[in-house]
């Protein structure tokens, strides 16, 4: 699971998956429905994650992240 938030604003979740098969070598998780507006304007924003095993870990795991925003632009 992935969270965001900012300085000004509560944390929540981006997008998550549960109940991953064991010989996953890449997954592609839920993105939320929330409105990001004020978290993608915000000058800066931070990113929490949280990974839930089903057995201890015994060699190093690499984590790599591609996140891609859809905005949505109007004239004021």
């Known amino acids: 699971h992935i969270y965001i938030?900012?300085?000004s604003s509560d944390e929540i979740?981006?997008?998550g998956l549960d109940n991953i098969s064991s010989t996953a070598q890449t997954i592609t998780l839920n993105a939320t429905t929330?409105?990001?507006s004020k978290y993608v304007k915000a000058?800066?924003?931070?990113?929490?994650?949280?990974?839930?095993?089903k057995?201890?870990?015994t060699q190093p795991i690499d984590i790599?992240?591609?996140i891609k925003f859809k905005v949505r632009a109007g004239v004021l």
Do not use: G, H, P
């Not at 000058?43 to 095993?53: F, G, N």
């Open 34 to 36: 929330q409105d990001l």
């Open 13 to 15: 979740e981006l997008a």
């Open 5 to 7: 938030s900012t300085n």
């Open 55 to 57: 057995e201890t870990l």
């Open 43 to 53: 000058s800066s924003y931070k990113l929490r994650t949280t990974v839930v095993t």
């Open 64 to 66: 790599r992240s591609d």
